[in-house]
């Protein structure tokens, strides 16, 4: 009986094993296809002032729906394309379609708006990026200052060799740098100074137990009082409720992100809400809608 079952166990991890190992070459052949068929599209979550209700910039978000897998989550496909190097093409297609955006917005009179990108960690060692991003500006016509490039707090951290000149670089062309994930992976505080970061995100994770549980709030307050000494911009991401909006505005957080102000929307979606003017906040107008 012993040795039946464990046959049967090993038939059985053999099996899951076997699977997983066809959806993940299902997903990379896919996945490696995907450009071309044009599967990928951006979502813009807006990027809110807590005190005034005024949508600053929006954080282009990566989407892609395939025939065969449905809805792909970036959390799933994104480490696959990093590890199959199809992230060079991605990250370059993200960041031209986030310009292009940026730039029918401000046409249709929205002048202020920046957007923020995501880049990997590849597209940052690769070596003419800021050359690159110049073109792109330029092909496109927006203003470096209007684009934030997101590198996670690992991603500056990976292998002790930051790249500090390509980083420098794209400093000088005018474009601003976010660490983002703050608070997961092992950076210093002197890397803050030394990587030139213009804008600290707090990771979802320190959100989300606002206000309730004091570490949380001890640490929240404490990367707000730092990002503004500072003299860096800081976003808290994942606010879900009015008591961590409340907290969060109380204790000063420069700019808010999250479902309870707006989840990742279409562009015309964005158009629309920015058409309305600044969001109505919770116990900022009472007289307003509640906030989608
Ligand atoms: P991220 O850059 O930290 O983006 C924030 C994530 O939190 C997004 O997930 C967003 O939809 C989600 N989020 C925002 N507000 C809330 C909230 O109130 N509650 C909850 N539960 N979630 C919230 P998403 O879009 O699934 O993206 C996941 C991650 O994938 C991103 O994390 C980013 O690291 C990566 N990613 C997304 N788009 C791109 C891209 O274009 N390029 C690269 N290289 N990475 C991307
Ligand atoms: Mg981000
Ligand atoms: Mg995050």
């Given amino acids: 009986f012993a040795k039946e079952r464990g046959k049967n166990t090993f038939q059985f991890y053999t099996h899951a094993m076997t699977q997983s190992a066809c959806q993940h070459l299902m997903l990379e052949t ?163 100074r030394r990587f030139h970061l213009d804008t600290l995100k707090i990771d979802r994770s320190f959100i989300a137990d606002l206000p309730g549980d004091s570490d949380s709030a001890a640490i929240v307050r404490a990367l707000v009082g730092l990002a503004g000494n500072m003299r860096m911009a800081v976003v808290a991401v994942g606010v879900e409720t009015a008591e961590q909006f409340a907290f969060l505005r109380e204790f000063d957080c420069g700019l808010l992100q999250g479902y309870l102000l707006s989840t990742p929307l279409h562009p015309d979606e964005v158009a629309a809400l920015l058409k309305r003017g600044p969001l109505a906040l919770p116990g900022l107008r009472p007289e307003h809608e509640e906030p989608r």
Avoid at 34 to 45: G, M, S, T, V
Avoid at 99 to 107: A, F, G, M, N, S
Avoid at 158 to 164: A, M, Q, T, Y
Wanted: charged letters at 25%; aromatic letters at 6%; a negative charge.
């Fill in 30 to 192: 896919q996945l490696r296809r995907a450009l071309e068929r044009d599967e990928f599209e951006l979502a813009y979550q807006p990027v809110v002032e807590p005190a005034t209700g005024r949508v600053e910039r929006v954080e282009a978000l990566l989407r892609w729906h395939n025939q065969e897998l449905g809805d792909v989550p970036p959390a799933t496909f994104i480490p696959l394309a990093e590890e199959t190097g199809v992230i060079k093409a991605i990250d370059a297609w993200v960041l031209r379609q986030a310009c292009r955006q940026l730039k029918r917005w401000h046409d249709q009179g929205f002048t202020g708006l920046r957007v923020a990108v995501n880049l990997s960690g590849q597209a940052l060692v690769h070596q003419n990026l800021a050359d690159r991003v110049a073109a792109l500006l330029e092909e496109t016509g927006v203003e470096a200052r209007f684009v934030e490039l997101e590198l996670t707090e690992g991603v500056l951290m990976r292998n002790g060799s930051p790249p500090l000149e390509s980083l420098k670089r794209l400093k000088e062309l005018g474009l601003t740098l976010a660490i983002d994930d703050f608070g997961t992976s092992h950076s210093s505080l002197s890397d803050l």
